[in-house]
């Protein structure tokens, strides 16, 4: 299967690059593929990484998260992020991590909600494409135009004409992304189904997370087959070489969110521009300023 190189943007100079093969091979600057600080480095026994090991790298991860998202805003470049896969595998937690460290002002979700009847009027790609990104922005799509080929196809939410419709048109709608100037990055969750069941237990027993676990997750878990074989046509009509599908084995989380984010970093090549230090100006000196009596102010309560 045929993989596409990193995105580069403006190409960043040489000099000063500390060029490795472990780390060329990924197209992620030196300071990300550092054998002290390599992502999975640490991670490779049986049971997935300590919670230590996990946080110290998801913190050297999060740095080079910075890095990228300077270079990408500084090139003025476009990418385009979908998370895809079965329910329960992951894909939510992977998204909440990317996006911990970055700028909302550039990076932003979208996790549409079902059409709405002027919206089933539309060409079908119509609606996500009001969420693409401009020039120096990322978007991250919970899930995407592939419904089609998933739930909408497995459910029978569009009729046997829209799907083999969307199966034609996906691929060139998604090679007009590219050719635009979209970096376009496509992830699927693979998680197995007796560690889906475990998570769907894990939110039925837990309160805080029974929101997870929709009337469609519900169905989703009795079609599991179908869901498969929906799963194989899309990657065999939608794996391109312009777009390729990566797949992440998501049965231990914290090693795919890891692995994933190293990932991510590798598709586009970029250099180091955090911003510089700023240092804080003395602040105004007191001219006698009184300031209003605390009563007159309304507080929250604290219990805590």
């Not at 049971?47 to 090991?53: H, L, T, V």
């Not at 996790?111 to 009847?117: C, H, I, Q, V, Y």
């Not at 100037?181 to 693979?190: A, C, E, R, T």
Request: aromatic share 10%; net charge positive.
């Amino acid at each position: 299967m045929a993989r596409t190189k990193a995105h580069e943007g403006n190409q960043p100079t040489p000099a000063g690059r500390n060029r490795r093969p472990e780390r060329d091979a990924l197209d992620i600057p030196a300071t990300a593929m550092n054998p002290t600080t390599a992502p999975g480095a640490e991670l490779k026994h049986a049971d997935g990484p300590s919670r230590k090991e996990y946080e110290a790298q998801l913190q050297r991860l999060n740095v080079e998260l910075v890095k990228w998202e300077e270079w990408i805003k500084a090139r003025g470049l476009k990418v385009v992020v979908i998370f895809e896969g079965r329910d329960a595998a992951g894909k939510g937690g992977a998204i909440k991590r990317i996006m911990e460290p970055l700028n909302p002002r550039f990076a932003r979700v979208a996790a549409l909600p079902a059409p709405t009847e002027r919206q089933r009027t539309q060409w079908y790609f119509q609606r996500y494409v009001e969420h693409l990104p401009a020039a120096g922005e990322i978007v991250l799509f919970d899930r995407s135009w592939y419904n089609r080929a998933g739930v909408e196809r497995v459910m029978g939410f569009c009729s046997e004409e829209e799907y083999q419709e969307f199966l034609r048109s996906c691929p060139e709608f998604e090679r007009m992304l590219v050719r635009s100037g979209i970096i376009l990055i496509k992830y699927w969750f693979s998680v197995s189904d007796a560690e889906q069941e475990r998570r769907f237990q894990g939110r039925l027993d837990d309160p805080t997370k029974r929101w997870k676990l929709s009337p469609m997750d519900v169905e989703s878990r009795a079609r599991w087959l179908d869901y498969s074989k929906a799963k194989d046509e899309m990657f065999a009509h939608t794996d391109f070489k312009q777009a390729p599908w990566w797949v992440v084995r998501s049965d231990d989380k914290k090693r795919a969110r890891l692995n994933v984010i190293a990932h991510l970093l590798s598709q586009v090549r970029y250099e180091d521009l955090t911003p510089e230090p700023i240092f804080l100006p003395p602040r105004q000196k007191d001219t006698g300023y009184v300031r209003p009596p605390m009563s007159d102010q309304t507080f929250i309560p604290e219990p805590f």
